[in-house]
Antibody, heavy 122, light 106 residues
Framework: EVQVVESGGALVQPGRSLRLSCAAS????????MHWVRQAPGKGLEWVSGISWNSGSIGYADSVKGRFTISRDNAKNSLYLQMNTLRAEDTALYYCAKTARDGGDYYGMDVWGQGTTVTVSS | IQLTQSPSSLSASVGDRVTITCRAS??????LAWYQQKPGKAPNLLIY???TLQSGVPSRFSGSGSGTDFTLTISSLQPEDFATYYCQQLNSYPYTFGQGTKLEIK
């Protein structure tokens, strides 16, 4: 079964750091770009960051640029999101998502995890 | 690139034909995907490349458009289609989603 499973969400204070992980299985992880998408409570989807299969192309939303870092370890079939200087507005459910086909993001994101919750509050 | 969906919400009945529009602030060719999200669930990919139906998605869903204007059409609403729909541009980073269209039962 093709799946991705997020972990690492927690309640953290403003200004602190957190690292999210996404474990992939059932597909050849190193063939696919991967993404993080978040959803604040009661709000819409917000694309956070994406990384190509070989980490050669990386992008960030303006709202997290300079604070968040995406990375992947193809040997471990894992995707990560290092979140620094967290703010209250980063509170959300964070999804890991797989690009639908190898070779690029053109085909959308076809496999999503169940999400991991990050709450930033004092 | 900003994406603006309309309407933000829509009430319709089973069997109705509905259309949701997504407008991009600049041209994105056909680098657009549509997703359906039900409460408490992750999004589900419906359409990619503006008009190509993802495998397993019912044929009552269709997409069209290119450049800046796109539409998602559901030809005959079924009870399971009441959900929130999002468009997403995949033309260039940062990828962005529309604000969503909530489709409710009339």
């Amino acid at each position: 079964e093709v799946q991705v499973v997020e972990s690492g969400g927690a309640l953290v204070q403003p200004g602190r750091s957190l690292r999210l992980s996404c474990a992939a299985s059932g597909f050849t992880f190193n063939d696919y770009a991967m993404h993080w998408v978040r959803q604040a409570p009661g709000k819409g989807l917000e694309w956070v960051s994406g990384i190509s299969w070989n980490s050669g192309s990386i992008g960030y939303a303006d709202s997290v640029k300079g604070r968040f870092t995406i990375s992947r370890d193809n040997a471990k079939n894992s995707l990560y999101l290092q979140m620094n200087t967290l703010r209250a507005e980063d509170t959300a459910l964070y999804y890991c998502a797989k690009t639908a086909r190898d070779g690029g993001d053109y085909y959308g994101m076809d496999v999503w995890g169940q999400g991991t919750t990050v709450t930033v509050s004092s | 690139i900003q994406l603006t969906q309309s309407p933000s919400s829509l009430s319709a009945s089973v069997g109705d034909r509905v259309t949701i529009t997504c407008r991009a602030s600049q041209g994105i060719s056909n680098y657009l995907a549509w997703y359906q999200q039900k409460p408490g669930k992750a999004p589900n990919l419906l359409i990619y490349a503006a008009s190509t139906l993802q495998s397993g998605v019912p044929s009552r869903f269709s997409g069209s458009g290119s450049g800046t204007d796109f539409t998602l059409t559901i030809s005959s609403l079924q009870p399971e289609d009441f959900a929130t729909y999002y468009c997403q541009q995949l033309n260039s980073y940062p990828y962005t989603f529309g604000q969503g269209t909530k489709l409710e039962i009339k």
